[in-house]
């Protein structure tokens, strides 16, 4: 029994101890508690678009965003802090902090880690105590995960209080400079964990919500010390520092309370009601006085009909508008608040009302007019809520021409800010000038264009005679039907030489020769007005003549244009560009279809309420149609985003968050682009196992090695399908048929595959695929991912607002660049035939020219599984760079754009088994639908050239000349 009764006082004590907590307001009826809204912030809307908080300044790695304040993220040695601009000069206050602490940090390790929350009489910097400086006056209140001293004395919250002299005594974690302190775990909870700081009458407390339950009042004691002396004066902070392993150090709420002595706020309102009583009479004595010398003025002068207004001569009209204005919401201001008092009356009425309702219906019975009691309480309501209604439309009423009068203001408001002013009677609106080098030297032309116009027509009003035959000089004028036939016969030649001569060439290189005129820099505006006219001509000759003319139409003009293009090459040399890879150029048939969209049709595509939004969504739709149609799928499972980058990190990360609670293993290959497998790392980081799958030595990744390492834990597989800097081509079909039969979601990364070679995601059994608009000649910025419906695809956004593109992809989608997208799948589509013939072509001869005049060059990748457009060879007993820096004339590269910049060997190379040396031997050849035979020799003189100069420098190269063989030999170091 004894036992029993020590257990329940044993439970009834920490039922106490656990709701220890009550508002000193409530403890203290004196106490006059007030919310400080310049000391706090609270989601949500919490954070600016650049990432601070109003009121608060940020340092280090501190940024906010809708719902919390992340003082550091979860990355080594980072520091962040966040203080107050104002400063908080009450005697008594209460501070209730809200808090997160995640990641993978490890209690006990080495080094001062944690969160810290400040009330100091200056604002911290930058400092080796959890983030902030040594020697503060004021106090620390620090949680620390850490264990410096070895005690096992962590987590722990502790408080310190310095007079500024002080430094933390960082060897022993501060043991013998805390004041107060308790042990409690606040790191990884299912729910943030809450810190009451309270300091009333220099005593501080410290209360603790655990995070274990979503109860807001389940508070625990931590500790209290008093005689705490404070700084009357100080700013308010959090700071926060990660070591070796780190954490998340989330704030989501900072709110701030003071409480103030009722007697004494009382007094000081009286004191301050009295001042400005006594201001009023001295105004009002002011006044009389004014009006008395007015009336005596207009009485010793009657003759003036005008009363004196000393505020008409000096307030204009527009003044005069603001001042009328202002004095109208003050009156709407005060009409409003005595609303408000009225209504609060009539409630506390009707309540009145309805608590004796009851007590009145025990009585029966009729009134002194005959009429039951029931019956006129009914009368009275309905007269009650008739009048209820006629004011609700009356307060709608006003509401509207509230709305009306706010948008007249913002209206106002966006003229002001724009420097723009209503234009009156007599004013007339200024353009802007136009640049004056552009117009004189096309009016130059214009002038020479109508000088040798001139010079023709007065040569034309001299008719030439023909020359008298003599016996010396036998020779007569030609007829005109013999001229006309010479003429003729001349022409039908030219037609025969230039057929003859471009028989076996590609009809469509016009937009080839054409684009490569367009882009050559530094050409002049007669150039540029050349080509414009040249094209321009060319469309509205072709339309009007036969097919025959048509075809001598394209032949002219692509002979013009070449020589053209020889000719500013001449003057100012530009490297040819074979890094298709990287990037392809526009083709003009994408920007002519952009071009109306960056002009007049501009709509927002989500403004559903007029014909600009309408025009603006339809091109988008017809641009989603047009995307699925290129790797037949639906244009619902089609998503616009900011390029392949983007669509990978969606892919990726919003698969695996979404069936975390299921799978948490993702599977991916070592050759992957950098953005998929910095995606896996960030998986990593939050728990998720991942699987880099080896490739062979060709490249090609084993397909029962693939099988082998999928599992029932398993969500997604990524592997790309061909690689971007040795141009392998995977067995898509084979690895989505494993994933379906294993029922494991399959992505593919297809940058480098859409538009140049034949995909169909339902027979290669594609879940997820990601596309980049620069890399099929559309534009830059702009990408899709394909998302299967069925089955169906489910993952969870990596980017929220207004929940565009079926909420996965928020944000305003740009309509020139989605038109630009779906018109070079539209040209892709109908040009991947002629495409794929043309690079492979150019291929070979770029392979078979190097190989055979050039001895140990390495083709990096499968010689068969391959994209030919993208060549990657090594050169050994060559620097890479070298090479690079003298073929100067020829845009190359040595990897992938995105990782170019570093001087590392490639990480893909180096999964393929490449020797180091090769890997930094390896060059990448590009070959895109605008390359040229001419440029492939170029290429190919060139390389060989270059290889030959730099072997022949190499000590290297002449001991493999002489049979030696570097294998064997033993390199030692002097």
């Known amino acids: 029994m004894k036992k029993f009764y020590n257990l329940i006082l044993t439970i009834y004590t920490s039922i106490i101890a656990i709701y220890a907590y009550t508002d000193p307001s409530v403890i203290n009826p004196q106490l006059l508690k007030r919310f400080e809204y310049k000391l706090s912030f609270k989601g949500p809307h919490l954070a600016f678009k650049d990432g601070t908080v109003p009121f608060w300044t940020f340092g280090g790695s501190a940024i906010a965003s809708d719902d919390q304040v992340r003082v550091t993220p979860s990355i080594r040695s980072q520091k962040g802090w966040i203080w107050t601009k104002n400063t908080m000069t009450s005697d008594n206050w209460l501070l209730d902090v809200k808090l997160r602490v995640n990641g993978r940090g490890r209690i006990g390790a080495d080094g001062l880690t944690g969160v810290a929350i400040w009330f100091t009489e200056k604002p911290g910097v930058e400092g080796p105590v959890f983030g902030s400086n040594d020697f503060w006056n004021g106090l620390g209140v620090f949680l620390d995960s850490f264990d410096n001293d070895a005690l096992q004395n962590n987590p722990i919250i502790a408080v310190m209080v310095n007079d500024g002299t002080k430094t933390y005594d960082h060897p022993h974690d501060g043991t013998g400079q805390i004041q107060g302190s308790c042990i409690r775990d606040f790191r990884n909870k299912p729910f943030a964990i809450r810190l009451k700081i309270e300091y009333i009458n220099q005593g501080l407390a410290i209360y603790v919500n655990n995070g274990i339950s979503q109860d807001d009042n389940a508070f625990e004691f931590c500790t209290r010390i008093d005689g705490v002396k404070l700084p009357k004066t100080g700013y308010l902070g959090v700071s926060a520092e990660t070591g070796g392993l780190a954490d998340d150090h989330d704030v989501l709420e900072f709110l701030t309370n003071t409480y103030s002595d009722k007697q004494a706020t009382a007094q000081n309102q009286a004191a301050t009601d009295e001042q400005a009583r006594k201001y009023k009479e001295e105004y009002e004595t002011y006044e009389r006085d004014l009006k008395k010398q007015q009336d005596d003025y207009q009485k010793e002068h009657p003759d003036l009909t005008t009363p004196y207004n000393e505020k008409a001569l000096f307030e204009s009209e527009y003044d005069r508008e603001f001042r009328t204005i202002l004095e109208g919401q003050d009156q709407i201001r005060l009409s409003l608040t005595s609303i408000d008092r009225k209504m609060i009356e009539l409630l506390g009425r009707v309540e009145r009302i309805s608590s004796t309702t009851g007590e009145q219906q025990q009585i029966t019975g009729k009134d002194r007019t005959g009429i039951p009691t029931d019956v006129a309480r009914i009368q009275d309501i309905n007269r009650v809520i008739n009048a209820n209604n006629d004011m609700s439309r009356t307060v709608q009423s006003f509401a509207q021409v509230l709305t009306d009068l706010q948008q007249k203001l913002n209206n106002l408001q966006a003229n002001i800010n724009n420097n723009q002013r209503p234009l009156g009677a007599g004013q007339q609106v200024v353009t802007s000038n136009v640049d004056g080098t552009v117009v004189n030297e096309i009016r130059e032309i214009v002038k020479m264009i109508k000088s040798e116009t001139n010079t023709l027509v007065q040569k034309s009003l001299n008719p030439m005679k023909c020359p008298t035959v003599t016996a010396a000089n036998d020779s007569s004028c030609v007829g005109t039907f013999t001229f006309m036939c010479a003429i003729v016969l001349q022409i039908i030649i030219l037609i025969g030489f230039f057929a003859y001569k471009n028989q076996r060439s590609n009809r469509n290189s016009y937009p080839k020769d054409f684009l490569m005129l367009s882009i050559t820099r530094n050409i002049s505006t007669k150039s540029v007005l050349f080509s414009f006219v040249s094209r321009r001509s060319c469309r509205i000759l072709t339309a009007e003549a036969s097919p025959a003319s048509k075809e001598q139409q394209e032949i002219d003009e692509i002979k013009v244009k070449q020589q053209k293009y020889q000719e500013l090459e001449k003057l100012q040399s530009r490297p040819l560009y074979l890094d298709a890879q990287a990037t392809t150029p526009m083709d003009p048939r994408v920007l002519d279809q952009m071009l109306p969209y960056m002009t007049h049709l501009y709509g927002n595509p989500h403004s559903r309420t007029h014909a600009f939004g309408w025009e603006s969504e339809k091109a988008i739709e017809t641009a989603r149609e047009k995307v699925a149609k290129l790797i037949n799928a639906e244009p619902k499972e089609i998503i616009f985003t900011s390029g392949a980058t983007e669509s990978n990190n969606i892919s990726v990360k919003g698969v695996a968050r979404f069936y975390k609670e299921k799978k948490k293993h993702v599977v991916t290959t070592q050759t992957e682009h950098k953005c998929v497998l910095d995606s896996m790392r960030v998986l990593e980081s939050e728990g998720f196992k991942v699987t880099y799958l080896p490739v062979k030595k060709n490249g090609l990744i084993d397909l029962q090695e693939l099988e082998s390492v999928l599992t029932p834990e398993t969500s997604l597989c990524s592997v790309m399908m061909i690689n971007n800097e040795i141009g392998v081509l995977q067995p898509i079909k084979e690895i989505g048929k494993l994933c379906r039969s294993k029922k494991v979601f399959f992505h593919t990364d297809a940058a480098q595959s859409v538009g140049k070679i034949p995909i169909d995601v339902n027979q290669m059994n594609i879940d997820l695929l ?84 050039c001895t140990h060059v390495i083709l990096n990748g499968d010689p068969e599984s391959r994209y030919p457009g993208c060549v990657n060879l090594s050169f050994a007993y060559v620097e890479g760079e070298s090479l690079l820096m003298a073929l100067k004339d020829i845009a190359l590269s040595s990897g992938s754009a995105c990782t170019s910049a570093s001087l590392e060997p490639s990480y893909v190379l180096r999964a393929i088994g490449a020797d180091e040396d090769l890997a930094h031997s390896s060059i990448r050849f590009g070959i895109g639908r605008f390359t040229t035979d001419a440029e492939v020799d170029f290429t190919i003189e060139k390389t060989v050239e270059h290889v030959k100069r730099l072997r022949e420098m190499s000590p290297l190269w002449e001991m493999v000349q002489e049979g030696i063989d570097l294998r064997n030999i033993k390199w030692s170091q002097h």
């Open 770 to 853: 990601s596309i980049s608009g620069h890399k099929i000649y559309g534009p830059k910025g702009i990408g899709a991912l394909y998302i299967r419906r069925r089955p169906r695809v489910r993952l969870d956004p990596i980017q929220t607002g207004g929940g565009q593109e079926r909420n996965i992809r928020s944000g305003t989608v740009p309509t020139p660049l989605v038109v630009g997208l779906g018109a070079a799948c539209e040209i892709a589509q109908h040009e991947i035939s002629n495409d794929e013939k043309r690079v492979t072509e150019l291929s070979k001869k770029l392979i078979n020219e190097i190989t055979k005049r």
